[in-house]
């Protein structure tokens, strides 16, 4: 039981600090576009960040998931 917690506990904490870093990037990011196409308060902003992240996130996934199955 006690190490359960302990397993539970490391994954919450890891989670977290996964958001944290997440929304730090998220931040860089919409710097980063309205740099370089204006502001990103229209909705067709909105809408080409969400996609270009939601690619990248993809992306990054699959890779992170091909790495773990080769450590395997």
């Known amino acids: 039981m006690k190490a ?13 600090f996964g958001l944290v870093a997440a929304l730090a990037w998220n931040d860089t990011i919409k710097a980063i576009f309205k740099h370089f196409f204006g502001t990103a308060e229209t909705i067709g902003a909105m809408l080409v960040y969400s996609i270009i992240v ?19």
Do not use: N, R, S
Request: proline share 0%; no cysteine; net charge positive.
């Open 54 to 72: 939601t690619i990248i996130a993809v992306f990054a996934t699959i890779q992170i998931g091909k790495a773990a199955e080769k450590a395997k």
């Open 4 to 16: 359960e917690v302990i397993d539970k506990l490391a994954a919450l904490i890891t989670a977290a």
